[in-house]
């Protein structure tokens, strides 16, 4: 039996993945405070049904189910959450942390049985990379974002250039989260991994080249972006709430 | 008559002997104890040994001194003293190590150290455990197949950069800790429904080898298992090679199933892109 803290990484993994699922649950249903000036909070963007004034197709769409609640973000957190909930990483870390499954390595289990992601519903871990295709799509509205944050309507009708503390922290999300997603398992194997001569494909070679260069950090992105995501949403709920203060560095 | 003169290995050996005994003189010495576990065939318990130890010693130095001083009947397997033959794997403090490449300075002192046999293979005696099953497993996974040579003189060509990538899986000494702290072996006895990370990183090293032309990748999905591996990354981290299993070796090819058995559109496009270029 190992003598180590063993029980200590599953336990950090447990209380940091579990409270981000719980503020992101419940900020995801608030539907308001999400936009502050030019800043939107990642959960609510792309914001495609929402406020009339600044949603793509307007308000709560009409198809949108009674029983439920609308807000914004439900139509776009399940997206990052899934690429999330299926990345190898994750699978890993949660399976010790949430299934102890192993609670870690050679530690005893507390059940015999065991199907792996052979059946299901494990075996739906496989459809990675259509949601790894939909988080780099992501990318791309979250970067429009960081253009739009640098532009600032002091006066009505009048928008200038400005950088201010949250441009940064939008951009700085911007950056964990494509470390995170162009380093992914599934992104180096389908940018060249799945060729055995990639000598005969620059292109791709240079793409698996950087997918990988960045895959060597993958944990650690993942928890970068994971913490840099929430807490943007933190950063523009707070601002929009009157409790923090936006400081205008340009 | 000449008087015989000593060769220079013999000098040299008395130097080397003369510089240990200096060096094992002004070393620490110290008591520690060991719980090292005895019996046959899975059964048996704990023995505690008190030992002398020097600093610099590695545990299998304490095992082979117990051996020496206090239990010679105790059974160990071991052979190269440079973790490079992978022999002497056992579980340290309950973790899967080579016992050769673990200082009793890294252990805590103030507690005995434990030394277990491998759990993921049957028990025979003492620290051995039967490991053949692994080699039985290697059979099973098709051999190396390349295309037809390259050159009139039956030689290949290939590019350095595209046997980089398996080259990293020529390291494993095949020790089979990682066999030994995979839950999928050590906890749910799946041994005739997976083949374990060790055979992953060998079926790996062939699949992407650039001259190969074997697919095993429906081999991989049904009878190896790859969809048992629930990637703990546990078998990285034992790995005394430092080969990234999990990353470099079993992801890899759970993405080539994914490819072969659960990307639809991905398979379209490769069907598409296949039938462009043999038109044009």
């Known amino acids: ?250 | 008559m000449s008087s015989p003169m000593p060769t220079a290995g013999a000098k040299g050996q008395d130097a080397f002997t003369a510089a240990q005994a200096a060096q094992d003189a002004s070393a620490k010495h110290a008591t520690r104890s060991f719980k090292i576990w005895r019996g046959e065939a899975g059964k048996g318990d704990f023995v505690e040994y008190k030992q002398d130890v020097v600093e610099g010693m590695v545990v299998l130095d304490a095992v082979h001194e117990i051996a020496a001083t206090q239990a010679n009947d105790l059974a160990v397997r071991w052979n190269c003293k440079a973790g490079k033959c992978g022999s002497c794997s056992a579980e340290i403090n309950g973790m899967p190590k080579l016992m050769c490449m673990t200082r009793l300075s890294d252990l805590d002192a103030d507690k005995p150290v434990t030394i277990e046999p491998m759990r993921a293979f049957p028990h025979m005696r003492d620290l051995v455990t039967d490991v053949s099953w692994n080699f039985e497993v290697k059979k099973k996974i098709q051999k190396f197949t390349p295309r037809p040579p390259d050159a009139p003189d039956g030689t290949w060509r290939m590019q350095q950069t595209d046997v980089d990538r398996v080259q990293e899986f020529r390291k494993c000494i095949e020790c089979f800790l990682c066999q030994d702290v995979c839950h999928v072996l050590r906890d749910h006895h799946k041994h005739e429904e997976f083949i374990g990370p060790r055979f992953l990183v060998y079926a790996a090293a062939l699949e992407m080898h650039p001259l190969d032309t074997a697919d095993r990748v429906p081999e991989l999905r049904k009878e190896h298992g790859i969809g048992l591996c629930n990637i703990t990354k546990c078998c990285t981290k034992v790995c005394p090679e430092h080969i990234t299993i999990t990353d470099n070796a079993i992801i890899p090819l759970k993405e080539r199933v994914v490819d072969e058995f659960f990307d639809p559109i991905g398979k379209l496009v490769k069907i598409y892109s296949r039938r462009k270029k043999a038109n044009g």
């Open chain 1, 1 to 250: 039996m190992r003598r180590d803290a063993w029980w200590l990484q599953p336990l950090i993994v447990f209380v940091i993945l579990g409270g981000f699922v719980v503020y992101a649950t419940w900020a995801a249903f608030q539907n308001a405070h999400y936009a502050y000036g030019p800043y939107l909070s990642p959960f609510y963007s792309p914001e495609i049904f929402g406020d009339p004034r600044t949603a793509w197709f307007g308000g709560k769409p009409s198809w949108w189910p009674g029983l439920l609640p609308f807000s914004p973000a439900l139509i776009i957190l399940p997206f990052p959450g899934l690429f999330r909930f299926t990345c190898y990483y994750y699978r890993g870390a949660y399976y010790k942390a949430f299934w102890a499954d192993p609670p870690n390595c050679a530690v005893g289990e507390p059940r015999s049985s065991y199907i792996g992601e052979r059946s299901f519903p494990l075996i739906m871990q496989n459809i990675h990379r259509y949601f790894m295709y939909v988080a780099v799509l992501f990318l791309f509205f979250l970067a429009h974002d960081v253009w739009k944050a640098l532009w600032f309507e002091d006066v009505p009708g009048v928008k200038h250039f400005g950088i201010g503390v949250g441009t940064i922290v939008l951009a700085v999300n911007v950056v964990l989260l494509s470390c995170y997603t162009l380093g992914c398992h599934s992104m180096r194997h389908v940018v060249g991994g799945f060729l055995d001569q990639l000598s005969r494909h620059p292109v791709r070679k240079k793409a698996y080249d950087c997918s990988s260069c960045l895959n060597r950090w993958h944990m650690k992105w993942a928890w970068m972006s994971l913490i840099g995501v929430a807490f943007s949403d933190l950063y523009v709920r707070m601002c929009s709430m009157g409790v923090w203060h936006d400081w205008r560095l340009l």
